[in-house]
């Protein structure tokens, strides 16, 4: 029977995440842990637990008493975030990922999945429909992190036959948890904003084209590329995952198709420079040919359903 720690559960991947894969390996198999509460149906669920992921001993103290044969290591700094503290950052984007991949070797893990990002790449790669193997040059702390850590993935397989999995994930766009600290944030935000004032003063400039994705078919990607036999999986680093691609400028037109009033204004700030060093979109053939990655959601249905399911929130809470 599987036994599968989450780390990071309280955010807006694990969140998601961790009821997704209840469903599939039963509410008790389901470790969710994190620094933080996470929203009530996670904690509700099944098993929650206070867990640092730099504290080492911690760690494989719960890996051991709990027969954890899985792992989904998500607990890290975001891109905005990491600027404040690049050095903090680096150490539980780095320390956590080295102790994670160190325990799945001593222990003989069966799989771990940790998330790259699209931040890996720079200012000098390709921007247009970036190759799954191309110059990776990241200019942020956030995107160097990442980098060193699909490097460390893919030693620790090479090396130690860890089977260790990844996706660069696009920004996440999602109405269940907030958004926590990156630079693509702001298209979740605009949602809320549109909803609650009918305006929103966007942090980046109008036409910072980035590749995005709705949750759904991220959490479905994760499962889907976890679920694929080893012997199909051909990138050990982590695979380049393309999802859609648009500037704040399109999705605000998309939001005043179902709110005629609303109003977006500008006014970047330093997550701009972050955006200007990422693709614009990505090439995610490798993904496709070894495991199939589908995508379902367009902005159309993404803005359809986002609008939707925060009104709906928004009624519940008040
Ligand atoms: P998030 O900020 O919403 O969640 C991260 C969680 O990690 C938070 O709940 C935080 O409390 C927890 N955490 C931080 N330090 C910790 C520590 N020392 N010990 C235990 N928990 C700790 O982030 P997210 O959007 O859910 O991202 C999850 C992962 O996916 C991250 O590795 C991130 O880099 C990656 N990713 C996310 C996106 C995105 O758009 N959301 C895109 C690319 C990659
Ligand atoms: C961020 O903006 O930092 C994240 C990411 C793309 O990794 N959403």
Redesign the pocket.
Known sequence: MEKILITGASGQIGSELTMALRKIYGNDNVYATDLKDAPADVMESGPFHKLDVIDNKALVDFTIQNKITQVYHLAAL???T?EKKPLFAWDINMKGLLYMLELAKDTGLKKVFWPS???VFGPTTPKVNTPQLTVAEPSTV?GIS?LAGERWCEYYFNRYEVDVRSIR????ISYKTE?G?????YAVEIFYDAIKEKKYECFLKEDAK?PMMFMDDAINSTIKLMETDASKITIRSSYNLGGISFDPKEIAAEIKRHIPEFEITYKPDF?QK?AES?PQSIDDSVARKDWDCIYTYDLTKMTQLMLDEIRKKLVINN
């Open positions: 975001l891109s905005g990491a990002s699209i931040a956030y990442k994930y696009p920004g996440l958004a600290g990156g630079t693509t944030d980035l997550r972050i990422w």
